[in-house]
């Protein structure tokens, strides 16, 4: 089950980050940049976006490491000189990103509230999953893995990567996707000034990893995710 859960997580991280990028590049589409557009990158196809240690090495790492999925794919280059009110175009280019996966998740919640409902074999199946993931053991009740059950892994892994993805990409620091909508919403002599920290941004970035912020934010969302999943 290891190795199940090891290739779905990897699986929808990789569909989460393209869905994340093609966003961006079809955002900066419709506020006049084709750039992204012109070099293929607002597609769904995976191959296009990839970027070989932040999509595969890094996230192989993780799962193997029992953390969850996480990653980046290569960025999409927007040109804001394109647009016609750059401040304003960039924010919604940069809330692109988050916004999909979020409404990626949104949609995979949903889809798990149903199949619960109507099929009392997920109802199982989820407790088996719960009981993996908190009790390290498996199965609570016996269970057939079926295909029903696999779509269900499925949808629960997109619901956690993809949260993760869009929490992650909305912490206001660059290069993150929140520095870009923050920027937007300041005043232009105040966004001049909070892009000086920019060259800083990665170790800010890691530092807030390291002090575990991330998982602050995030951990009353998956509170109430796992209660609407598993209860």
């Known amino acids: 089950m290891n190795i199940l859960f090891t290739a779905i997580q990897l699986f929808v991280l990789l569909f989460a980050i393209t869905i994340h990028e093609a966003a961006h590049g079809w955002a900066a589409m419709k506020k006049g940049d084709l750039t992204a557009f012109s070099l293929g990158r607002v597609s769904l196809n995976p191959i296009v976006h990839i970027d070989l240690f932040g999509t595969v090495l890094f996230p192989l790492l993780l799962v193997l490491l029992r953390a969850p999925a996480f990653g980046w794919a290569k960025p999409v280059p927007v040109n804001p000189f394109n647009f016609k009110n750059p401040r304003r175009d960039t924010l919604w280019v940069s809330a692109a990103g988050p916004t999909s996966n979020l409404l990626t998740a949104v949609v995979s919640l949903g889809l798990i509230m149903l199949l619960k409902t109507f099929s009392p074999g997920v109802r199982v199946f989820l407790d088996n999953v719960y009981a993996f993931l908190i009790m390290r053991t498996w199965p609570v009740q016996a269970a057939g893995f079926s295909l029903l059950n696999g779509l269900t892994l499925i949808l629960f892994f997109g619901v956690l990567v993809n949260t ?48 575990g912020v991330l998982d602050i934010i995030i951990r009353p969302i998956l509170y109430v995710i796992f209660r609407l999943i598993f209860l």
Do not use: H, K, Q
Not at 178 to 207: K, N, Q, W
């Open 164 to 211: 993760y993805l869009a929490v992650f990409n909305l912490i206001p620091v660059p290069p993150l996707d929140g520095s870009g909508v923050l920027a937007g919403l300041l005043s232009p002599s105040a966004a001049a000034s909070y892009e000086r920290i920019r060259p800083y941004g990665f170790l800010l970035v890691m530092g807030l990893i390291y002090l």
